[in-house]
């Protein structure tokens, strides 16, 4: 029995080390970089003449921003999420895993500023770690690496089994390993009991 | 295990110069990195399968209002705030303090509950809204809570312990692999399984960068 679980740890493990060590480095990254502390800069600006048909909503206008330009991965922005600029512009931000394409529809000039704020791979690997099958709407890319994701989810929760299983198989009495354990759980203990 | 004596080196291929490190040393790595993590990692585990299959749960929060007399006229909304959470006992931190036309609005955050406190500087009345959350809630706030930037300690101490979780996974997969690479009984499928995963990664995660911004 230990033999299969053995191979089935190190067989799952191989089969989704990337996502794991992805899930690892997002943890450091979440460490170093909490989540408010984003790219702000646009590292690059460019305008794209646009007309406004008249009388458009802004709900209709951020629809036709969104088919004219056909940025890849992007989302349309919700309506709860149409903003304007202190000049009034409608403001819209797409958001995709590699940063945000902000669009400012300037109407009398007949045309869209498109600034583009770029993630660091490391905010990348950190926002990908996240992908799941059930966000309906993502992007083609994102919903394939959200599968292998779900599975490397799985995979991991049960390594946490089958890895205390080899341990108790073949080292039960190595103290170390008990010290450890004990620390993880009391640390979660602890401040478990502090938050609540 | 293939050991390379000394003068040996030149004599390998690229695969046999593969440091030799002592199976039984990573196997001990290996082993105490995952008994420290693997706490951690059952959280996160479970929260990550409540995020992605939320209709499985109910994470609908308790949610307890009240109101408590302050002192009217209170021009500083983070004194405020702190002087609720004296009177009221909370603890947490502070996330939000907004000035509102008829005095202020605040946050006080800790994992699981959140403290919205509304003071209406005429009267002095105080509305207090707590929403507590849950079990699973609760794993999800603990999964999202990190950083090493907080005021409230406890948080620091829990963005400290997420950080060597965290490096405790890295420490697993290396330690995973080379032990994997020693073992030469899985090789044949382990490649296979390395390579589809390493392909399949690097591949979508190369195409999903190069969409930009």
Redesign the interface.
Not at chain 1, 133 to 152: F, I, Q, S, T, Y
Not at chain 2, 26 to 38: K, N, P, S
Not at chain 2, 102 to 111: H, I, L, M, N, Q
């Given at each position: 029995m230990t033999w299969l679980i053995r191979?089935i740890h190190?067989?799952a493990?191989?089969?989704?080390?990337?996502?794991?060590?992805i899930?690892?480095?997002?943890?450091?990254v979440?460490?170093?970089y909490?989540?408010g502390e984003r790219p702000k800069t646009p590292?690059?600006v460019r305008y794209v003449p646009f007309a406004i048909p008249p009388s458009s909503s802004d709900k209709e206008v951020a629809a036709l921003v969104y088919k004219t330009l056909d940025l890849?991965?992007a989302r349309p922005v919700p309506d709860w999420y149409l903003r304007h600029t202190a000049e009034n512009h409608l403001l819209l931000d797409f958001y995709?895993?590699?940063?945000?394409?902000r669009v400012v529809v300037m109407e009398k000039e007949g045309r869209l500023r498109v600034e583009?704020?770029?993630n660091s791979?490391w905010l990348?690997l950190e926002d990908?770690h996240?992908a799941?099958?059930?966000d309906e709407g993502a992007p083609r890319?994102?919903h394939?690496?959200a599968c292998?994701n779900?599975l490397a989810?799985?995979t991991?929760?049960s390594?946490?089994v089958s890895?205390?299983w080899l341990?108790l198989a073949a080292?039960a009495l190595?103290g170390?390993?008990?010290a450890?354990?004990a620390?993880?759980?009391g640390?979660?203990a602890v401040?478990?009991s502090?938050?609540? | 295990m293939g050991l390379a004596r000394r003068g040996h080196w030149r004599h390998c291929s690229p695969v046999e110069r593969v440091p030799v490190i002592q199976y039984p040393l990573l196997r001990t790595i290996h082993?105490?990195c995952?008994?420290?993590?693997?706490?951690?990692?059952?959280?996160?585990?479970?929260s990550?399968?409540q995020?992605?299959?939320?209709k499985w749960f109910n994470v609908k929060p308790t949610v307890i209002e009240m109101e408590m007399p302050l002192q009217p006229g209170l021009g500083d909304g983070r004194q405020m705030t702190q002087e609720v959470m004296a009177n009221r006992g909370l603890h947490g931190e502070i996330a939000s303090v907004r000035k509102t036309p008829a005095g202020f609005e605040s946050r006080v955050t800790?994992?699981?509950?959140v403290h919205e406190i509304r003071y209406d500087a005429v009267s002095g009345q105080a509305r207090l809204k707590s929403s507590v959350a849950g079990f699973i809630g609760?794993l999800n706030r603990?999964h999202?809570a990190?950083?090493?930037?907080h005021e409230y300690i406890?948080l620091q101490?829990?963005?400290?312990?997420?950080?060597l979780?965290?490096?405790?996974?890295?420490g697993?997969?290396v330690t995973?692999?080379w032990m994997?690479w020693l073992?030469k009984q899985?090789r044949k499928?382990?490649l296979l399984?390395?390579a589809?995963?390493?392909l399949?990664?690097?591949t979508?995660?190369a195409?999903?960068?190069a969409?930009?911004?």
């Amino acid at each position: 029995m230990t033999w299969l679980i053995r191979k089935i740890h190190i067989y799952a493990g191989l089969l989704t080390f990337a996502q794991l060590m992805i899930y690892g480095i997002a943890g450091v990254v979440a460490a170093i970089y909490p989540g408010g502390e984003r790219p702000k800069t646009p590292q690059s600006v460019r305008y794209v003449p646009f007309a406004i048909p008249p009388s458009s909503s802004d709900k209709e206008v951020a629809a036709l921003v969104y088919k004219t330009l056909d940025l890849p991965m992007a989302r349309p922005v919700p309506d709860w999420y149409l903003r304007h600029t202190a000049e009034n512009h409608l403001l819209l931000d797409f958001y995709n895993v590699n940063g945000i394409r902000r669009v400012v529809v300037m109407e009398k000039e007949g045309r869209l500023r498109v600034e583009e704020i770029h993630n660091s791979l490391w905010l990348f690997l950190e926002d990908i770690h996240a992908a799941t099958p059930g966000d309906e709407g993502a992007p083609r890319l994102v919903h394939l690496w959200a599968c292998w994701n779900e599975l490397a989810m799985w995979t991991l929760l049960s390594f946490s089994v089958s890895g205390l299983w080899l341990w108790l198989a073949a080292r039960a009495l190595y103290g170390w390993a008990w010290a450890l354990l004990a620390a993880g759980i009391g640390a979660i203990a602890v401040l478990w009991s502090v938050f609540r | 295990m293939g050991l390379a004596r000394r003068g040996h080196w030149r004599h390998c291929s690229p695969v046999e110069r593969v440091p030799v490190i002592q199976y039984p040393l990573l196997r001990t790595i290996h082993l105490l990195c995952g008994v420290f993590a693997v706490p951690a990692l059952l959280l996160y585990g479970l929260s990550a399968v409540q995020m992605a299959h939320n209709k499985w749960f109910n994470v609908k929060p308790t949610v307890i209002e009240m109101e408590m007399p302050l002192q009217p006229g209170l021009g500083d909304g983070r004194q405020m705030t702190q002087e609720v959470m004296a009177n009221r006992g909370l603890h947490g931190e502070i996330a939000s303090v907004r000035k509102t036309p008829a005095g202020f609005e605040s946050r006080v955050t800790v994992p699981g509950t959140v403290h919205e406190i509304r003071y209406d500087a005429v009267s002095g009345q105080a509305r207090l809204k707590s929403s507590v959350a849950g079990f699973i809630g609760m794993l999800n706030r603990l999964h999202h809570a990190a950083g090493l930037r907080h005021e409230y300690i406890p948080l620091q101490l829990w963005g400290v312990l997420g950080g060597l979780v965290s490096l405790s996974i890295l420490g697993l997969g290396v330690t995973g692999i080379w032990m994997w690479w020693l073992r030469k009984q899985e090789r044949k499928w382990g490649l296979l399984l390395l390579a589809a995963n390493l392909l399949y990664a690097i591949t979508l995660l190369a195409m999903m960068r190069a969409t930009g911004p």
